[in-house]
């Protein structure tokens, strides 16, 4: 049972953006209206598309819309600043206008930011990297994993 059935909510697959033909992605024909589509969040991952690893959206940065066209650059719950430092990013109501300046960026930047500080982000002490040639390490070792 998927936890859905019997609350009188259906289950209804749609395919992802990426699964859509161009024209039906920028299409709005045959939708209800009202019905918008935006993109509100990046995923930027030292680890390629389809990568097998456990462990490895532990390392991700997602640049996410904020509104008025400012986006945030997150790792877990950090936001980068302008000094390029991670702050934890506390709840909108205790946020002031110079933290959110500081936080804030156009999505050019932030994209930009994001991809330059993937490879630098450390979990349990290690880099994207480190922690790639770690799991490769294991993966290879008789009996690893696999």
């Not at 024209?23 to 969040?41: N, T």
């Not at 389809?50 to 936001?79: F, Q, T």
């Not at 156009?106 to 040639?133: F, N, Y």
Request: include cysteine.
């Amino acid at each position: 049972m998927s936890g859905n059935e019997g609350s009188g909510m259906a289950r209804i697959r749609l395919p992802g953006l990426s699964e859509l033909p161009a024209q039906a992605r920028e299409s709005d024909e045959g939708l209800p209206a009202g019905a918008y589509v935006r993109e509100i969040a990046y995923l930027v991952s030292m680890w390629p598309p389809g990568h097998d690893s456990d462990d490895a959206s532990s390392w991700d940065i997602r640049v996410e819309w904020r509104g008025s066209d400012r986006w945030a650059v997150l790792h877990s719950r950090h936001c980068l600043g302008t000094d390029g430092e991670w702050d934890w990013e506390t709840i909108p109501s205790e946020r002031t206008d110079e933290w959110i300046a500081a936080h804030r960026f156009t999505l050019e930047a932030a994209l930009h930011l994001a991809r330059e500080a993937a490879p630098k982000v450390v979990v349990s002490g290690m880099t994207p990297a480190q922690a790639q040639a770690w799991e490769a390490a294991r993966k290879s070792e008789p009996g690893g994993a696999r």
